[in-house]
């Protein structure tokens, strides 16, 4: 779905250039859900921006669908592929009033208003916001706003949908409902999900884990797999889960437990197993 | 507190007026304030006074709504009145001596003040039923669509209805920032109430320079949603709500061409 | 001491959008605590933390610090200010002057302190938040995320408040900037012995790690005031209130349900460790 191929990005001229992004090789598959974690400065939000065309490279290529992301006759095309949902609800809201606010991306692309009535009422349904449709945002809780924002870019009808911290400003309650709805999506619709976060809990939930770090891909695997080695992923400033860290320091004591745990189910029934 | 203006504000509804093409709309309600300033009876303030009545009824907007939007008017309100009062020249109903001045109420004075009060209580009532009744971004689309044949002459119509839309959208949200910025600032012992109007001004730094810094950070995180939503300025944009006229519509125009005939028959008469 | 006695609060009486945001509130905070206040969003957390330094005066109700009722209509708002400084959440957001060394002494300025006083406390609050002393004539614009939000508490701690508020401190912040806030905060409460910490936050995580003392808020209302285990140890109660509890307390309340005889009070994972740890070995000793 997304490809980069020696993709670089490079900020400052000359002798003060520096790369943000170095060299980078990446596949993401179409209908996978992948998180992408980074402290903040890691470089992740302007890898991000490289997938849908707001960033272009400096170096390398972008394909998103097999489509050259610098190719300016393709950019809108991208962009409806590759939607994009940002950190802050209140900054990426243009209208005044819910529905408006999901009609805008199909506006923009020229559709026709019969059609975009029907994408609204759609896409609203799906994050199950249908009844605020003539809200105003700045009557919405946070969470309720990120669902908004999701549903205005489900309305290009991506097939990819990058999410740059979206739970980043959001209280417990609006995160879960965020990624309940981002799930959902993944699963039932089969979108292709990027999750760019620093919350361990919301990268568990993913099939595949990327961790970026001063521009780099450190680690890229499954989040069983990445969790496990506890001590590199601390080293790029970031946690893992909580129970990930017990298991950790149980089987440092010298206790016979699977290293590969990462939510609190797998293990109550591993502890259990071996006290019952 | 600063969250509660009502500029901006819709109330969803299904009365006629609710139902009328936002570009006839926002035609009536100039072609209203041009009315006000024209008439000059008793009897056409007496038929204006009734049809801003009947128009505040059938909007089913709660009048104590409507009335609020006069408050921020106060003063401005009050002022005129009272400038008229005083400066109208015609027959003195009172006099005031202070020193060597003269004060002298009117009785054209009282009269024109009371007539252009009228008239500015009207004026924002009109407005704000057009406001409260039409949804934004039916208001800018509709201004926008009144502006359209002016681009021949290069008026930029659909920046500045999105601008209108953007600045609508984010008048709460900076509304609320400024509150919370300045009790941030205030629990560090600023003080915004106290003092010369110099020394209130200088006070103002401390919350007008974070103001100013967060509104140019949202609107370059806005400029960047937008642009990953495929805007790309007015050309070959559509729009999910059609403006169509509809028998309201109709019956707008039937109803301001009976109140301009009878306005006009009382200017004759009276 | 700060004692707030039947305190209710309601947003806008007698207007349309009349709102009652707290209700017969009642609590102590002694001397040098380290209190947390916990509660989902509009829960009214934010409201009570501003009657803590008379920005918000109570509809009925009372606050006193030190003995001194603060709603007092004669009480001097100056010094009760300067006794309890509040750093809002995203602080770095009221940063406004020229340079660091002139944001951090908006305060101490506005006290009414002379210049050499002022450097004094400008210069002990950046070094209680870990900040650059050659960094102080930079503009606080130019700073990172991080540093911009050390600025802002120097802000505030330049008061030398007896009672320090911090409204989510850790918002938006990553694992490691995280970490160094809440390290930075522990040890300023340690070192002055004297000061009372209270932070507001949605975060279990972050309050079983510092706070001695929680007040749960629940819709305008206490809903629960005691020491750190006696409340984690009511887990259910917690997240039926939308309050998302730490995953070892979920893994605690899991194993009892299974029938594993714990104590339901361990809510950090050094705890939690040494718990199983010794669960583990008594079972080796049985075999």
């Known amino acids: 779905m997304i490809k980069t191929e020696n993709l670089s990005c490079a900020y400052g001229e000359d002798e003060d250039k520096y790369l943000v992004i170095k060299d980078l090789n990446l596949h993401i598959e179409r209908g996978s859900f992948t998180a992408v974690l980074g402290h903040n400065g890691s ?29 300016e006759n393709m950019i809108f095309k991208i962009r409806s592929l590759a939607g994009m949902v940002f950190q802050n609800p209140d900054n990426q809201m243009v209208a005044a009033m819910v529905e408006d606010e999901v009609a805008f991306a199909p506006e923009n692309l020229g559709v026709d208003p019969a059609e975009i009535r ?10 199950n916001m249908t009844k605020f449709a003539k809200t105003a ?13 999701i549903a205005a870019v489900l309305a290009m009808e991506p097939e990819c949908i990058i999410l740059d911290e979206p739970t980043a400003m959001l209280d417990p309650s609006g995160r879960q409902e965020v990624i309940r709805t981002i799930k959902m999506l993944n699963k039932t619709k089969g979108m292709t999900v990027v999750l760019i976060t620093h919350y361990m809990e919301e990268a568990a939930e993913a099939d595949r884990v990327i961790v970026f770090d001063k521009g780099e891909i450190v680690m890229d695997d499954t989040p069983k797999k990445v969790f496990s080695q506890t001590e590199k992923v601390k080293a790029t400033g970031l946690d893992v889960p909580q129970v990930t860290e017990l298991v950790h320091a149980l089987r440092k004591e010298g206790i016979d437990l699977p290293e590969d745990i990462i939510n609190v189910q797998e293990c109550a029934d591993a502890i259990f197993e071996r006290l019952k | 507190m600063i969250k509660d203006i009502t500029i901006g504000q819709y109330i969803a509804g299904n009365s006629p007026i609710h139902k009328m093409d936002a570009r006839i709309k926002i035609l009536c309600a100039f072609y209203f304030i ?6 000059r009876n008793p009897v056409q303030y007496a038929v204006i006074t009734l049809f801003i009545a009947f128009m505040v009824k059938l909007s089913g907007v709660a009048l104590k709504f409507i009335l609020r939007g006069l408050k921020p008017m106060l003063f401005i309100l009050l002022f005129t009145v009272i400038i008229n009062i005083f400066m109208t020249p015609g027959e003195p109903i009172f006099e005031l001596d202070i020193f060597s001045w003269t004060l002298s109420i009117t009785k054209e004075g009282v009269v024109t003040g009371i007539y252009m009060l009228l008239r500015l209580i009207y004026l924002v009532i009109g407005t704000s039923i057009l406001t409260l009744t039409t949804s934004p971004l039916m208001l800018t689309d509709g201004i926008e669509k009144i502006l359209s044949p002016f681009r021949v002459i290069k008026v930029p119509a659909h920046e500045i209805a999105m601008m209108m839309t953007i600045a609508i959208r984010f008048i709460p949200t900076l509304a609320e920032e400024a509150d919370k910025i300045m009790k941030a600032q205030t629990a560090r012992g600023a003080d915004f109430e106290s003092g010369s109007i110099m020394r209130r001004a200088k006070a103002m730094i401390p919350l007008l320079v974070p103001l100013f810094v967060s509104a140019f950070r949202r609107a370059d995180e806005l400029a960047v949603a937008m642009d990953a939503r495929c805007y790309h300025g007015g050309k070959n944009r559509t729009r999910m709500k059609q403006m169509k006229m509809s028998r309201y519509d109709i019956y707008a125009g039937i109803v301001f061409f009976v109140l301009s005939a009878i306005l006009a028959i009382a200017m004759i008469a009276f | 001491m700060i004692r707030v006695k039947n305190l209710s609060y ?11 945001a707290l209700y017969d509130i009642n609590f102590e905070i002694p001397d040098g605590d380290f209190a947390a206040i916990i509660g989902h969003t509009g829960s009214g957390k934010s409201t009570l933390i501003q009657h803590l330094n008379a920005l918000i005066r109570p ?16 009480a001097d708002l100056k010094s009760i200010r300067s006794k309890v400084g509040i750093v809002f959440q995203y602080p770095e957001y009221q940063l406004f002057e020229e340079t660091v060394y002139r944001d951090i002494a908006f305060g101490p300025k506005n006290m009414g302190l002379d210049e050499a006083e002022i450097k004094d406390r400008v210069y002990e609050a950046i070094k209680l938040v870990d900040f650059p002393e050659e960094l102080l004539e930079k503009s606080p614009f130019e700073l990172s995320g991080g540093q911009k939000r050390r600025v802002a508490i120097a802000g505030v701690l330049s008061m030398r408040p007896k009672v320090l508020i911090l409204d989510e401190p850790t918002a938006g912040l990553d694992p490691h900037g995280r970490d160094e806030i809440l390290g930075q905060i522990d040890r300023m409460h340690k070192e002055n012995a004297g000061m009372t910490v209270i932070f507001v936050s949605h975060s279990m995580e972050d309050v079983a790690r510092l706070a001695k003392h929680i007040i749960v808020l629940n819709h305008g209302r206490v809903a629960m005031d005691g020491e750190v285990a006696d409340i984690f140890a009511r887990g259910e109660e917690l997240e039926k209130m939308g309050l998302s509890v730490p995953q070892i307390t979920q893994l605690t309340r899991e194993l009892i349900a299974r029938g594993i005889n714990i104590r339901p009070d361990i809510y950090t994972v050094d705890f939690a460790k040494n718990i199983y740890k010794e669960l583990f070995c008594a079972r080796e000793e049985k075999k």
């Not at chain 1, 400096?58 to 190719?71: E, F, I, Q």
């Not at chain 1, 945002?137 to 924002?149: E, F, H, W, Y």
Request: with cysteine; hydrophobic share 35%; glycine share 12%.
């Open chain 1, 118 to 127: 029907r994408r609204v009422d759609r896409c609203l349904e799906i994050v």
């Open chain 1, 137 to 149: 945002p700045s009557r919405l809780s946070g969470g309720q706003k990120q669902r908004v924002a």
């Open chain 3, 10 to 20: 309601i947003y806008q009486p007698g207007m349309p959008f009349e709102n009652q």
């Open chain 3, 59 to 74: 509809t009925s109700g009372s606050i006193e610090i030190d003995g001194e009722n603060i709603c007092d209509k004669s």
């Open chain 2, 34 to 39: 041009v009315l006000l300033f024209v008439i």
């Open chain 1, 43 to 71: 470089g992740k939000s302007t890898l991000a921006k490289h997938f849908n065309g707001i960033l272009l490279p400096s170096g390398g290529k972008v394909y998103v669908d097999g489509l050259d992301t610098s190719d």
